[in-house]
């Protein structure tokens, strides 16, 4: 039996991607409670060419509304969505997913025994990888979600307490990192998170071989963390720190070898670059063991290794510039 729910509503940002048809014809299809509303956030920046998929979402479609926040990014995305919300509850799905069959009837579960002090319940994410062989360095980073804290690709709120805390904070331009700030805002707020027991599919999309190269604008969010939670706010959202460290001194030792080797002093410059080789192989084969070590696997962590090191530092020393003064986040007039 289904237990009574207080009205909800979905929230969708997207930027017009083809899976967004999947994601709502798995919505639709879904057995259990129907949302009362659908926020569709479209975030294609200026005059965006062609219409949403509404047609996918069925006999739903009539309860959908399409809304456009300019190209802002998915934070300033979902708030767009968050200020069209009167449901009790906001659930956040990204476009990539597809929700499993008994979806809205598990969420109806989750929902209701959420007690009075959860502000938030988090769905079971589920990553598939090609079976018959070992994932990649890219499929290895995406499944990670499985195991994330409060991820956004589905994610219930309490509206009362989204709108508390000014939403999501819009100076985080990427999806990386603003589900973690949101989620220990309304922690911070008084409010409890829990687990669910929904299951939402989270496929790997397609990437190119620099898509590492590109993620590592993230180091730019983790600084801007650090400056609103505090140093410890990796334990509290239990997310791993990464290799910045390890980076940092990575390419200080390359930098180290041209300037020395500019100099002329051949010798020290030798012993910088045996320090930054070492480096780069041993990030590089902790890449490739894990994986399944084809020929055109190995080439693209290999290459894309000796020059992750430098951008995630730049990235990193970008962001403690840049958010030096940083502080709280206003709400945006959520």
Partial sequence: MIPPLASYAVVVPTIGRPCLADCLAALAASEGPEPSRIVL?????????????????????????????????????????????DEPWTVLLDDDVRVSAYWREQLARDLAEASPETGGVQGVLEVPLPPGRKPTDWERNTAGLADALWATADMAYRTEALKAVGGFDERFPRAFREDADLALRIMDAGWRMGRGERRTEHPVRPADRWVSVRVQRGNADDAL???????????????????????????????????????????????????????????????????????????TVAATSALIPAFATWHRLHGELRHRGAGNWDGGGL
């Fill in 41 to 85: 956030v479209d975030d294609r920046p200026g005059r965006p060419a062609g219409d949403l998929p509404l047609a996918s979402l069925g006999a739903l479609a009539d309860r959908a509304v399409v809304l456009r926040s300019g190209g802002r990014g998915p934070a300033a995305a979902r708030n767009t969505g968050v200020r069209a919300v």
């Fill in 225 to 299: 963390m650090v400056r609103l939670h505090g140093a410890d706010w990796w334990e509290r959202a239990a997310a791993p720190r990464g290799r910045i460290r390890r980076h940092a001194v990575i390419t200080a030792a390359g930098a180290a070898a041209v300037l020395l080797a500019t100099a002329g002093r051949r010798r020290a410059a030798g012993v910088a670059t045996a320090v930054w080789a070492l480096g780069t192989a041993e990030f590089a084969r902790a890449r490739i063991a894990p994986g399944p070590c084809t020929r055109d696997e190995i080439l």
